[in-house]
Antibody
């Protein structure tokens, strides 16, 4: 069965960096686009970034552009999110999710359980 | 990248039908048939309920249906059940190759 397991969350001071990982299994990782989506406490879903199946294209929300970098290692079936210059407003549960397609940013058919990132001094 | 517009809350009695709207622009909802709907129970990950406007993934009840007219998409839940009480989010592909979510709608089953 498809599984996505996020890790790497925690408490970090403003301005510091953190890298999230999403380990996947149960499907051919290299055939699918992958996303990061976040949810601030008590708030709605906010899309963060997408990476195509082969890593050739990446797109970001304006709120994280220039600070966050999405990447993947198809040999390890793992998705990453490098988060730099963190701000208090980046505090959220971060979900990784699989796109139903290899290249389109459209349908997120499987989600992980999320990892909490808290930006606070 | 403005969020799609959804009502903050809707409610209905068991057995009734409700509809949640999701309004965007011609650069997202109106321009593509890549509208999805997600259900999220408290403390849980979102679950895909409808994709590409009106398609149901395997395992999702046929009480859930989707449609679109112009820049507005809609999710209808018929025969409301207690377990349908949750938050619902729409999303759409955009002309910037990004994804945008709606603000979410809290469904209360009375």
């Amino acid at each position: 069965q498809v599984q996505l397991v996020e890790s790497g969350g925690g408490v970090v001071p403003p301005g510091r960096s953190l890298r999230l990982s999403c380990a996947t299994s149960g499907f051919t990782f290299r055939n699918y686009g992958m996303h990061w989506v976040r949810q601030a406490p008590g708030k709605g879903l906010e899309w963060v970034a997408v990476i195509w199946y082969d890593g050739s294209n990446k797109y970001y929300a304006d709120s994280v552009k220039g600070r966050f970098t999405i990447s993947r290692d198809n040999s390890k079936n793992t998705l990453y999110l490098q988060m730099n210059s963190l701000r208090a407003e980046d505090t959220a549960v971060y979900f990784c999710a699989r796109d139903m397609d290899a290249v389109t940013t459209s349908t997120l058919d499987y989600w992980g359980q999320g990892t909490l990132v808290t930006v606070s001094s | 990248q403005s969020a799609l517009t959804q009502p903050a809350s809707v409610s209905g009695s068991p057995g009734q039908s409700i509809t949640i709207s999701c309004t965007g622009t011609s650069s997202d909802v109106g321009g593509y048939n890549y509208v999805s709907w997600y259900q999220q129970h408290p403390g849980k990950a979102p679950k895909l309920m409808i994709y590409e406007v009106s398609n149901r993934p395997s395992g999702v009840s046929n009480r859930f249906s989707g449609s679109k007219s112009g820049n507005t998409a809609s999710l209808t839940i018929s025969g409301l059940q207690a377990e349908d009480e949750a938050d619902y989010y729409c999303s759409s592909y955009t002309s910037s190759n990004t994804l945008v979510f709606g603000g979410g709608t809290k469904l209360t089953v009375l």
